[in-house]
């Protein structure tokens, strides 16, 4: 709690993108955000004044980090769980509490745990030899117990030999169905410690090597039963798990109904659209939630909002400054976010949102106008 | 232009809530903001991290901070000319150019130039005696020439003992015919460089005590062919004069018609609303502007959006983290955006903003929300 605006400091384990749009949130409400970063260059450091330099692995970096922070958060999911564990047996407030995080940092867990309460998910197995996977059955994904994101961590697996390296990598590793999809879709709840929920429309996720690409929201043309379901299942994992914050849920769409993916406990790209898109953006509706505020609106205040992440390009073409400005110049309505990174191929540097009423004509938009920033002409 | 993210440096001198405010498009746009702060406590300061500590009014400082800047602008219109022109004379690329932002701090300049242009005013003169005040016609307004802001600088005269001390200030003046107002309009225009223009709708601003207390956009049941006429007076203005980014130009509504009050060449209280109300805030429009970016939609998002400034209550009563909790669990759909700034009674500390269909009932939760984060319960 701040002496002079009597406002209060939360804390926000991480400083990327995520911690970034956190700080614009955080400014609005008169808070201050104090980051925790690797390095000064990352994307909230350098925006954040309150920025501590330290490793999250690290309990006395953050025990440091957390004096004078009213509460703790993240903006990923890497914080181990001894350290957490530590920091709340010292009386830190941290939101989520370890307890629940837990199902966002293991799969094994998370798995293990969804089927516990029933909920649809693809079948799946732990596996350590390539007699597991073989057992399991072909073609499946091997994915990685714990430290995967974008992609990273997941392996498609047609036969024995790929699964070969990746068993001998040594990670912990669980064996998933590979699910005929229809499309992909995200639920986002925010969650308080007092057990105020609230749910955002169900969006539709794009892809591109294990890259979201596009979100559209709310999904469209969904049967009104699946989003109620994407609903009911978001609120479930909320209040089953305890978590407090934002909790994305992806979920794959299949003919023979819906199927959990991933958890996230934090913005997550698939809410990126809430900036322009809903009455409450998710960095503060978080904000709010970690802080047992009452929740926002989570309403949707256009028809259609898409939005487009922005990759870094191949080196050279035009600066970035150069190609944002033809972009602005090409679509007057865009509405960019820059994360201040440094431009290397394929790393996620921005995202770009369109609101309407034509979903089609905005993924057109929004597509061309992260190509734009990406590519430059 | 920093190195690694290959996007620009804006400088603006002051570090209020303009610059608050500014700081958070800024991130948007992966720019960096650097503020000139008198002081480390000051709105921006405590969030921006590219904060300078210096006086505004000394070229020395002003040089030092224009360093590595790709363009210089302000939150507020008190940098002497001296001081600017010499910065100019240096190669420094300031906009609004000291020439433009003269109409901007000198009340004397700015009727005359509006004469010259034809455009509606209040009959007004120049003053420096009590015979001039009582020749001009009592009862009147008399205006500092520069300085004023917030309804200081300005006096209602009655009768000729309601000049004295302010003539005996030695402060130059101009008296001003108060004019019979219906209400007070504002109209923004952004401008850039290249001669862009791109006017927001007309607003309806409302006054309470010499300050902005509530802003209507658009002006309720305004006639089409008045708002075209404030339009045309908007961007009259701006082209004329030369302005570079944000123009606000305050206006009465009259039965006579529309007359200038004042000028702001700066994000403005009465643009507060395009954060969630316009496609393109008033603060990410003036730093396109003053880069000579394109510029972007002023298109409304909603039917009505109202903003309402929450001023520092008495001391005492509960703190502000609690009214705030307060509002919110009162009106989810409420904007709450606050400066950081000490509570001090009648100081703007923050504003909340509402958007929806119907205009009154707008104004009822705007005033609501302000008022709970006024006083508390």
Redesign the interface.
């Known amino acids: ?1 701040d002496a ?5 400091t939360v804390g926000m384990i991480g400083a990327g993108q995520l911690a ?2 956190t ?2 949130a955080a ?4 808070q ?1 955000l104090k980051v925790l970063a690797g390095d000064p ?1 990352e994307s909230a ?5 309150a ?1 501590v330099l330290g490793d999250y692995r690290d309990v006395e970096d953050l025990r440091g980090f957390a004096k004078g922070c009213t509460v703790v958060t993240f903006d990923h999911e890497h914080v181990p769980q001894e350290a957490l564990r530590a920091l709340t047996a010292e009386g830190v407030d941290v939101q989520p509490r370890p307890e629940a995080l837990l199902y966002a940092q293991d799969k094994h867990a998370m798995r293990t745990r969804m089927a516990e309460l029933g909920l649809p998910q693809p079948r799946w197995a732990p596996v350590d030899s390539i007699s597991d996977v073989e057992a399991f059955g072909l073609p499946c994904v091997l994915k990685a117990a714990t430290g995967g994101y974008d992609g990273k961590g997941v392996w498609m697996i047609e036969a024995p030999s790929d699964a070969q390296a990746v068993l001998a990598s040594g990670i912990r590793l669980i064996a998933e169905e590979r699910m005929p999809l229809q499309r992909e879709l995200a639920i986002q709840v925010a969650r308080s410690p007092r057990g105020e929920t609230a749910a955002y429309p169900v969006v539709e996720t794009v892809q591109t090597g294990g890259i979201c690409t596009e979100v559209i929201a709310p999904a469209p043309h969904l049967d009104p039963a699946v989003a109620a379901q994407a609903k009911e299942i978001g609120e479930t994992v909320a209040r089953e798990l305890g978590v407090v914050g934002m909790l994305a849920v992806e979920l794959f769409q299949t003919s023979r109904g819906l199927f959990i993916n991933e958890l996230a406990m934090r913005a997550h790209n698939s809410g990126h659209w809430t900036i322009e898109g809903a ?2 953006s998710q960095f503060e509706q978080h904000l ?1 939630a970690v802080l047992d ?5 989570t ?1 949707a ?2 028809p259609y909002t898409v939005m487009a992440n922005v990759l870094g390009g191949a080196p050279g073409g035009p ?3 150069e190609r ?2 033809h972009l ?2 090409d679509d ?2 865009a ?9 290397r191929p394929g790393r996620k540097i ?1 995202h770009v949102t369109v ?1 309407g009423d034509d979903p089609d004509l905005l993924r057109r938009r929004a597509l061309r106008a992260a190509k734009r920033l990406q590519e430059g002409e």
Chains 1, 2 share one sequence.
Do not use: N
């Not at 002079?4 to 209060?8: E, G, H, K, N, V």
């Not at 400014?27 to 008169?30: C, E, K, P, T, W």
């Not at 450091?45 to 004044?49: R, T």
């Not at 505020?293 to 609106?297: D, I």
């Open positions: 709690m002079a605006t009597q406002l209060p970034r749009m700080h614009q400014i609005a409400l008169g201050t260059a450091a350098v925006v954040s004044p920025t009455e409450t709010r505020y009452p929740l926002g609106s309403a205040v256009a600066r970035l400054d944002l400005q602005l110049a007057p309505g509405h960019v976010h820059l994360y201040g990174k440094a431009v921005g609101r």
